[in-house]
């Protein structure tokens, strides 16, 4: 029989973070500190919502582009979180979930051959919607020295000819680092400089525990050659609900969609409507949140200090990246041990790219009670590994 499988499918490795999801769901007794995902119901308003939209009846399909109240309400959210402004009408595009914009985006902009810098560790799909998009990507490694943040220098030594975009993936999943104002400036420079096109995946902006949140487009003469991908999953605590949302230029938002008509159609209703409560009466509780996960992330920190376990300080979404290389394992050899041994599940740094081989992404989106019954584990399971050497 001939070949049912495309190669630029079978050619693409599945997720290294479903891989130990998958093993803990299988161990009962086991902790997982593995996923990104909110351990905080969504808000009660945000569910109440969607509840009376559905016994309202509203189940029908929106405009493809999304709900017009629900762009509004991006759009005001957007001018009071990044201060930049987006017409409702033409610049912003309602997706399901942030993962769907990145797709469209990539698919709608590139030609076979275009080149996507993307720094990595870095979210897992970049690569492979790159590659679905008959992109060429062309993985940036980020510096423990420089907390995983991007550098000016890096960027330009990675420019070609063919350079057409740059992810931006801050604040950063797994290695919960950001970007400053300071720290995109030069960044800016560089892309004006060469005409590329930026995607910012600021799904994250919510959690940030230093300084606010700073979007790229907000720099001058960056708006008219960024894409800005946010949505509800993270800081709304709506994982399940996927619904995201990209504003950018007209000219792409347009092209862009096209693809979401034929490929989805629209985002889901009642999800539509649940998002618009939660933007305009739900950021008490998003603070509230934010709070419960800074009193984690500070928890951890002390707690790797104590283990002698190095990592820099996470400012940044709800990870934290410690370094195992002492050990004299790879990092998949060090969780699956740990995991085990210890019945903890924590995600590999080489899910997120060669440059995370070495390092942990452990989430503390989870209860302070599971954290430390994790940490004390993974304390005992790192003094047995010292007195092996």
Not at 5 to 23: A, H, M, Q, V
Not at 195 to 223: C, F, N, R, W
Not at 341 to 369: D, M, Q, T
Request: negative net charge; charged residues 25%.
């Amino acid at each position: 029989m001939r070949n049912p499988l495309s190669k630029k499918i079978t050619g693409i490795e599945p997720s290294g973070i479903r891989k130990f999801f998958d093993l803990v769901s299988e161990m009962p007794d086991a902790i997982s500190l593995g996923v990104g995902e909110p351990d905080f119901d969504t808000p009660w308003r945000i569910r109440e919502e969607g509840i009376y939209t559905l016994e309202q009846g509203k189940t029908f399909y929106t405009s493809n582009a999304g709900l017009k109240d629900l762009k509004i309400e991006i759009s005001k959210y957007l001018e009071r979180k990044i201060h930049v402004e987006y017409d409702p009408d033409h610049e912003i595009m309602v997706t399901v979930g942030g993962s769907e914009g990145i797709d469209v985006a990539l698919r709608a902009m590139l030609d076979p051959g275009d080149e996507v810098l993307i720094p990595q560790p870095s979210y897992v799909s970049y690569v492979p919607c790159t590659i679905l998009a008959d992109g060429n990507p062309v993985v940036i490694p980020l510096q423990e020295k420089n907390e995983f943040k991007l550098t000016a220098e890096e960027l330009e030594e990675a420019v070609t000819p063919k350079t057409k975009m740059l992810v931006m993936p801050f604040p950063n999943n797994p290695t919960g680092s950001i970007m400053t104002k300071e720290d995109l400036e030069p960044i800016a420079e560089v892309v004006k400089r060469h005409d590329l096109y930026v995607l910012s995946d600021e799904i994250y902006s919510e959690l940030t525990y230093k300084t606010e949140h700073v979007s790229i487009a907000s720099l001058p003469g960056m708006q008219e050659r960024t894409l800005v991908i946010n949505g509800f999953s993270k800081g709304f605590a709506m994982t399940g609900w996927r619904l995201g949302y990209i504003c950018g230029p007209s000219v792409i938002i347009e092209q862009m969609l096209k693809i979401h008509q034929f490929a989805i159609m629209c985002a889901p209703t009642n999800s539509q409507y649940a998002a618009i409560e939660g933007l305009r009466h739900c950021e008490d509780e998003v603070q509230q949140m934010r709070n419960a996960y800074n009193q984690r992330r500070r928890y951890l920190v002390n707690e790797f200090a104590k283990m002698k376990l190095e990592c820099f300080e996470p400012f940044g979404a709800f990870y934290i990246f410690p370094s195992i290389k002492e050990f004299g394992m790879t990092s998949e050899e060090f969780a699956m041990r740990f995991l085990e041994e210890e019945k903890v599940a924590v995600v590999p740094g080489s899910a997120f790219g060669e440059s995370g081989e070495g390092f942990l992404r452990v989430s503390y989106a989870y209860s302070l009670e599971d954290l430390k019954e994790a940490i004390g584990r993974l304390g005992r399971f790192v003094e047995r590994l010292r007195s092996q050497k």
